[in-house]
């Protein structure tokens, strides 16, 4: 019957199929993914310093242009004041109160320039420590990359082989009943179930009384009502 071939088509299909999870999950290509998603996270990184970094420098310039530019007035107004005393006290006071502002606000923009300089520095270790780190996963990356190549192409070379026995097995089959297989198989998986004591093997729900008769009589493909697998019965088993 069609169902015994398609029986044996899904133990092939099957072991091709699990022997494709087997290679994805493969320990040093998960390895590989990881140093490779590391790579990228700190080329992330970088951009993100670098950013940083030129804000800050755009910031630093600013600020000492300000500083720079705040020198000269109070050089300039004392200069004035060494020259030419004030006629009142009040002008005096006024001066010098002017003079003191001149000299808090240079205080401040001193104090900027440190932080800057030292915010910058640390972002400067940062990259440093970066690039070493990248350095030494790419190295490792590349030596693993190296076997895993050949691993894979071995692996590649079997999954090939599985999927041709597969096709080889599949042209026995009725092609509308390969169809319906596929289109199980795209929610349950594997497609076909024994039935066992009654139940289907899939999901262990009980069968419905009339598809047990169907499938005694072995006319007609039965399909579990719960998970949708063909219900399956070898013939020594009916
Ligand atoms: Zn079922």
């Known amino acids: 019957m069609q169902l015994d071939v398609l029986w044996k088509y899904m133990q092939v299909d099957m072991e091709a199929d699990s022997f494709e999870t087997e290679m994805r999950q493969s320990p040093s290509r998960q390895k590989l993914l990881k140093q490779r998603d590391f790579l990228l996270e700190q080329q992330d990184n970088m951009k993100r310093i670098e950013g940083e970094v030129s804000a800050m420098t755009d910031r630093l310039d600013a600020v000492r242009d300000e500083y720079l530019r705040l020198s000269d007035l ?60 990248a350095a030494k996963t790419k190295m490792a990356y590349d030596a693993l990359k190296k076997s895993y190549d050949v ?21 026995g089959v009725d092609p509308e009943l390969l169809e319906r297989y596929k289109w199980i198989k795209q929610h ?8 066992m004591e009654n139940q289907c093997g899939g999901c262990y729900m009980q069968l419905p009384s ?18 949708g697998r063909i219900v399956y019965v070898p013939e020594d088993m009916l």
């Open 74 to 133: 109070l050089a300039k107004d004392k200069k004035a004041l060494d020259e030419e005393t004030p006629e009142t006290k009040e002008e005096l006071e006024k001066a010098i109160e002017s003079m003191q502002r001149m000299v808090d606000n240079l205080s401040h923009y001193e104090q900027e320039l440190q932080r800057i300089k030292k915010d910058s520095d640390t972002r400067l270790r940062q990259q440093r420590e970066i690039r070493v780190q």
């Open 210 to 227: 009339v598809s047990l008769k169907e499938l005694r009589a072995g006319e007609k493909v039965v399909e579990c009502e719960n998970c």
């Open 188 to 195: 349950s998986t594997p497609p076909m179930a024994l039935l």
């Open 151 to 171: 691993e894979f192409k071995e692996s590649s070379r079997k999954l090939k082989d599985l999927r041709a026995r597969t096709e080889k097995e599949a042209k």
